[in-house]
């Protein structure tokens, strides 16, 4: 086993790594029954909601996603397929992974709570992680058993996470304002709730010298795609947040703003509003944020609970020593327990690459073609 010690924390201080700006270079959609489409027909365009909306209206109609089943990276990879079919280039990259483990990654160094398990294996240069599935169903059951001393005054956790999704409802049109009919636009609060349909975008992007391509969802856009790919695209990350009434909910949503500002950032998302809440799940306000203007905000304005430049920094040395640590094939398990100072690295399957790697995937990279130009630069 190989471990790499968080702390002491000083030694990932300073001017931040260098990071390259993310940049989509592909995408896909999951429909309204989570079946995958190589298109944009998910995505999404941010119109203002309706301030006074009950975030809890159509509950009992919610058509949740049933995400039991473990579907590893293999949209990501059917994606990556596709695009390296038609540049004739393979997409060349240290890291492979889905967005929300860079998240959990680049959380550790601010965040002394929440443990992750992931899965992982090399190939042909690249480092894929994975959630570990089970850690992921464990989490969860455990984030939404009720406790026996709960307020049963206070809404329950499978009502708030629906909260959030019942504003990106009312926050988001199918098409943009021009084509949208103006009663869809304003009868959004009494739409059903689906979360089964996404746009996922896939981006290549880099930290310190790890070169990266991840994939994760966008919950909207501002106003168009550029017709130059070159130029950043004007995403819009949407999420809730209770009002601030109390020191206590300030240190709580500056806790928030670190998750909010990783996700943003790692995908290149500039803006992300935040619709506040009452307690009773009703829309009070809205705030615009600027992505880039977060640490800095937290930093003048708030407690410094925690520092961006630390998680740049960290994540650049951590991602480095991964990259010496895992040089085998095999399935490899990364592990950072709750509230522990370690990452731990060790192999559990000697070969092969489990069912982290889709099959297709494998063909299409086995395939014997000769060796393609790289597609990251």
């Not at 349909?197 to 919950?219: F, N, P, W």
């Not at 950032?265 to 880039?292: A, C, D, H, Y």
């Not at 930093?299 to 630390?310: E, I, Q, T, V």
Request: glycine share 6%; net charge negative; aromatic share 12%.
């Amino acid at each position: 086993m190989s471990e790499f010690e968080v702390r002491p924390l000083g030694r990932f201080a300073g001017s931040s790594a260098a990071i390259r700006r993310p940049k989509e270079i592909a995408y896909f959609s999951y429909d309204s029954e989570h079946q995958f489409h190589l298109d944009d027909r998910s995505l999404r365009y941010y119109y203002t909601p309706q301030l006074g909306a009950d975030l809890s209206k159509g509950f009992d109609t919610f058509q949740q996603l049933d995400d039991i089943k473990d579907d590893h990276l293999d949209s990501l990879l059917k994606t990556i397929v596709a695009l390296e079919k038609e540049t004739e280039a393979r997409c060349e990259a240290h890291f492979i992974t889905w967005r929300g483990m860079m998240t959990k990654i680049m959380s550790t160094p601010n965040d002394n709570y929440d443990g992750f398990e992931m899965n992982a294996t090399y190939f042909q240069g690249t480092i894929f992680i994975e959630e570990n599935h089970q850690h992921k169903i464990d989490s969860r059951s455990k984030q939404y058993r009720p406790s026996p001393h709960a307020d049963p005054h206070v809404p329950s956790q499978e009502l708030m996470s629906y909260w959030g999704y019942k504003f990106e409802v009312l926050s988001v049109l199918p098409g943009d304002w021009d084509s949208t009919p103006r009663d869809f636009i304003e009868s959004r609060e009494d739409h059903v709730v689906n979360n089964h349909a996404q746009y996922c975008s896939v981006v290549k992007t880099g930290i310190g010298k790890a070169r990266m391509i991840l994939g994760g969802e966008v919950d909207a856009i501002w106003d168009c795609k550029p017709d130059d790919k070159d130029r950043p695209i004007n995403w819009v990350e949407l999420k809730t947040s209770a009002e601030l009434e109390t020191e206590k909910d300030m240190r709580k949503y500056e806790r928030k703003l670190m998750k909010f500002w990783l996700q943003s950032f790692l995908l290149g998302v500039p803006k992300i509003i935040v619709g506040f809440r009452n307690k009773s799940g009703i829309l009070q306000r809205l705030e615009e944020l600027e992505t880039n203007q977060i640490p800095i905000m937290v930093k003048k304005l708030g407690r410094a609970s925690w520092d961006g430049n630390l998680s740049i920094n960290f994540t650049a040395t951590f991602l480095q020593w991964l990259k010496d640590t895992i040089t085998t094939e095999g399935v490899w398990r990364i592990r950072r327990r709750s509230q522990s100072t370690l990452i731990e690295v060790f192999k559990e399957i000697e070969t092969g690459h489990g069912d982290i790697l889709s099959e297709e995937f494998l063909q299409w990279r086995n395939r014997g073609a000769t060796t393609v130009a790289e597609a990251f630069g």
